[in-house]
């Protein structure tokens, strides 16, 4: 594929999506530019983005966090919505899925009670991890989650940066980074790779998952910085994951458990780029 084929196909698809399973034909807006789109929800139909099978149960629970909305949350590729759409059933009806994707991970532990969206492991950095998953012996399994996008963000070299790239960074990215990634430049040009994996704390079996799909190309092609800029111990920390691989061993469990109906409602709206349109309103 192309560097944006796979994004051009996903929104496509996503706006026949729309149409034909959430039965919304107006267009909705990005704020960025003021401009509609058909793969965009109007504002007002946000909850619309989380699959019919969980949409009551999840936002019931969601009114009960204190998680922030993204300000896209309402187009259709929102990777937020994608994380919640993935994880949510599997904290609330499949602990089978939880021990699959420790598994798929290759990870040897046992999951808590304790997990969370938009994890903030450090309020003074500030980023706020995608999903946290903690494990009985301490370790934290942060994931990275990706769509649609067309790559890992980058961070201005301005002086703000610069600073808290001094202030804050500096004293651990010599620990975790090889040579050729402890610079502030470069620290910043991975800047969302780099602070994922900064947050692997030293003293734990922390793990930093990079998740996003196998198809978009255009994410591949940081994985040679992921797999690379680390040093040991904590290159052997850090995963890619694939989300149709995960997707497909998930959906394996599910059958066993007789739980398929969210991750087929999840491969229709995420996965599938083509489907007959008698099959998408199965699932309207």
């Not at 994922?196 to 591949?220: C, E, G, M, Q, Y």
Request: net charge neutral; with cysteine.
């Amino acid at each position: 594929m192309s560097r944006n084929e796979f994004q051009e196909q996903a929104k496509r698809w996503l706006s026949t999506y729309k149409k034909d399973v959430l039965q919304v034909s107006d267009k909705g807006v990005w704020l960025r530019n003021g401009r509609e789109y058909e793969h965009i929800l109007p504002s007002d139909r946000y909850k619309l983005n989380i699959l019919p099978s969980l949409r009551e149960e999840f936002w019931h629970w969601f009114d009960t966090q204190e998680i922030h909305l993204q300000r896209d949350f309402h187009h259709l590729n929102s990777s937020q919505a994608l994380c919640f759409n993935l994880f949510f059933p599997l904290l609330r009806k499949n602990p089978a899925g939880l021990a699959t994707l420790l598994s798929v991970i290759e990870v040897d532990g046992q999951p808590t009670d304790q997990a969370f969206f938009e994890f903030q492991p450090d309020p003074t950095e500030g980023t706020c991890i995608d999903f946290s998953l903690h494990l009985k012996d301490g370790a934290r399994i942060n994931f990275e989650v990706k769509y649609t996008e067309s790559e890992f963000g980058a961070a201005k070299t301005d002086n703000n940066h610069l600073e808290k790239f001094e202030k804050v960074y500096r004293s651990g990215v010599t620990l975790r980074f090889a040579p050729a990634f402890c610079t502030a430049r470069q620290f910043l040009n991975h800047y969302q790779i780099m602070r994922n994996i900064w947050h692997l704390r030293d003293d734990t079996k922390d793990i930093a998952v990079f998740l996003f799909p196998k198809s978009n190309s255009a994410l591949r092609h940081c994985e040679p910085v992921i797999r690379t800029c680390a040093i040991e111990p904590f290159r052997s920390h850090v995963r890619i994951l694939y989300l149709e691989e995960l997707v497909t061993a998930l959906h394996a469990v599910g059958r066993s458990a007789s739980q398929p109906e969210h991750l087929e409602e999840f491969h229709l709206k995420y996965l599938a780029t083509s489907r007959e349109v008698s099959k998408t309103r199965q699932l309207s």
